[in-house]
T-cell receptor, first 114, second 109 residues
Framework: EAGVTQFPSHSVIEKGQTVTLRCDPI?????LYWYRRVMGKEIKFLLH????????ESGMPNNRFLAERTGGTYSTLKVQPAELEDSGVYFCASSQDWEGSPQHFGDGTRLSIL | QKEVEQDPGPLSVPEGAIVSLNCTYS??????FMWYRQYSRKGPELLMY??SSGNKEDGRFTAQVDKSSKYISLFIRDSQPSDSATYLC?????????WGAGTKLIIKP
């Protein structure tokens, strides 16, 4: 069974540019999550999808971040325009459809804003 | 005050030693308790997953939860150099995971 896959593994862009991160969850997992770790800090929750619906986006930092999950399969996280403080590692996770179900993570996208 | 406290280390022990990793937490609403292992440039990998107070064993790993003290532990027996990684505790609040800072563990051959 394929795990959670994320693309790209690393992205370097300049401040003000746009970047789109992609996540493919484990097949059959309705729940999809985005998390972020900035340097020196703990991993923080960004948002949670159930199928194509946003269930909780309380962790999204501001309106420069837009997450979508069209068709309830893969998800994208767009940052537009990127700011220096957006640098960090963005992780995607997926889980089965009950609260507390173990979350399985991808290897993350390392985002560097110059 | 952070919701989950975890000593970042590094913790360095000789091969074969028993390792003890710990987290404390402040929110009694946390429901599930997890330990993840993370190698450099990789994502967190789920190691242990528990719900109630008590012990859960899986091979060389034992997870312990004490809800009355708001304290969780991970024990690694017969530690190997391949166990060298960062170990993160995480706790669920609804569907969200709340994370500790991670402890960097080094097993010396």
């Amino acid at each position: 069974e394929a795990g959670v896959t994320q693309f790209p593994s690393h992205s370097v862009i300049e401040k003000g540019q746009t970047v789109t991160l992609r996540c493919d969850p484990i097949s059959g997992h309705d729940n999809l999550y985005w998390y972020r770790r900035v340097m020196g800090k703990e991993i923080k929750f960004l948002l949670h999808f159930v199928k194509e619906s946003k269930q909780d986006e309380s962790g999204m930092p501001n309106n420069r971040f837009l997450a979508e999950r069209t068709g309830g399969t893969y998800s994208t996280l767009k940052v537009q325009p990127a700011e220096l403080e957006d640098s960090g590692v963005y992780f995607c996770a997926s889980s089965q459809d009950w609260e507390g179900s173990p979350q399985h993570f991808g290897d993350g996208t390392r985002l560097s804003i110059l | 005050q952070k919701e989950v406290e975890q000593d970042p280390g590094p913790l360095s022990v000789p091969e074969g030693a028993i390792v003890s990793l710990n987290c404390t937490y402040s929110n009694s609403a946390f429901q599930y308790f997890m330990w993840y292992r993370q190698y450099s440039r990789k994502g967190p990998e789920l190691l242990m997953y528990t719900y109630s107070s008590g012990n859960k064993e899986d091979g060389r790993f034992t997870a312990q939860v004490d809800k009355s003290s708001k304290y969780i532990s991970l024990f690694i027996r017969d530690s190997q150099p391949s166990d060298s990684a960062t170990y993160l505790c995480a706790m669920s609040l609804g569907y969200q995971l709340i994370w500790g800072a991670g402890t960097k563990l080094i097993i010396k051959p």
